[in-house]
């Protein structure tokens, strides 16, 4: 064996058997490297949790905005009594007893088929988890308000489980055209009492009203129709 061999081996033997540590520069490099790796793990989970959130807040503000749209639409599709504020500020009595009365503005109050205390008006307002009422800015659980016997009385029209991942919402409008015998609709989602998070409107047809016609149930004005044999232009006359 060559002396240059054996003294290669004698240095590698010498390193196996040393029992000195890792030196302070090799251990500072290692802190840095594994601190490098946790701050790009923590960020990857950060992200991608964040990203979970807003996809399942996507779908669950869908529903929600849906099931707010039913619930609205079967009350203001079958109330039979409400009122309308009107520009100028005349407020204007809506009752399917006297359809004679057209208007349009925004609606103050209506009777609810549903939420209604001894049939008295309703408004809608936001309520926090402890059935506080909210500003109309804030967002909240829909509820339908009123007064009864002296007293203030606030039910609302979905249970808290329709609130999910931190979403609330609010009515920001509601107005009636007795031209088209329409409700229009604002409904706005958010998160928390503050955060905007979407918005949407819808038309509901008021199915007990209408317009045009007197207190005696005669109509004000009736019209004739007429077809030529081959379905095409006609003629209309009062």
Known sequence: MSRRLQAIRAR???????????TLGEVMVTV?????????????????????????????????????????GNELRNTTKFTVQ?????????????MSTEGSGTVTQFLSVTYSNVNTPTHFASLDSDGNVLDSSQYGQVALGG????????????????????????????????????????????????????STTFNVRALNFIHGVTTSGEEANTYTVTFDANGGSGSMSS
């Open 147 to 198: 007064t009864a016997d002296g007293s203030d009385y606030y039910n609302l029209i979905l249970g808290a489980g329709s609130y999910t991942t931190g979403l609330t919402a609010r009515v920001d409008s509601v107005t009636y055209d007795s031209s088209t015998c329409l409700f229009t609709v604002t409904v706005s989602i958010g998160v928390g009492q503050d955060e905007a998070y979407s």
């Open 12 to 22: 590698l033997k010498g390193r196996l058997s040393s029992t000195a540590g890792f």
């Open 86 to 98: 009107t520009d100028s500020g005349e407020e204007i009595d809506f009752s399917s007893d006297d």
């Open 32 to 72: 840095i490297i594994v601190g490098l790796v946790a701050v790009g793990l923590t960020q990857a989970v950060g992200l991608g949790s964040h990203q979970y959130i807003k996809s399942l807040r996507t779908s669950e503000s869908k529903v929600l905005t849906s099931t707010l749209e039913t619930v609205i």
